[in-house]
C-alpha cells in the first residue's frame, strides 16, 4: 500500500509563511494565496514564484482548493511580470 502525503491547505500556508508571508493560522488557501499576491505586489517575495512553480508541478497530489487559489491569485501574479 501507498501512502500519498497530500499538499493541503496547512501544507500551502506554512510554505508561504516560510517565505516570510504574514498569513492567520486559521487560514483557508483562498485566503493565504491572496493574502502572497498582495504581499508580492506591494514588497515582492523572494523565493515566492519559484515555491509556486514548484508545488504547481505536483497537482497531482495538491488538493483541488489549494490548486484553484494558486491559479486564481497567485499565477496571474507572475505572468503580469
Request: glycine fraction near 6%; aromatic fraction near 2%; charged fraction near 25%.
Amino acid at each position: 500500500m501507498m501512502i500519498v502525503d497530500l499538499i493541503d491547505g496547512e501544507d500551502f500556508r506554512q510554505r508561504l509563511v516560510s517565505l516570510g508571508v504574514r498569513i492567520p493560522k486559521e487560514a483557508c488557501p483562498e485566503t493565504c494565496a491572496r493574502l502572497a499576491a498582495g504581499c508580492h505586489r506591494a514588497k515582492g517575495v523572494e523565493g515566492l514564484e519559484s515555491a509556486i512553480r514548484e508545488l504547481m508541478q505536483h497537482t497531482d497530489v495538491m488538493l483541488p482548493s489549494v490548486r484553484e487559489a494558486i491559479e486564481r491569485h497567485l499565477l496571474p501574479v507572475f505572468s503580469a511580470v
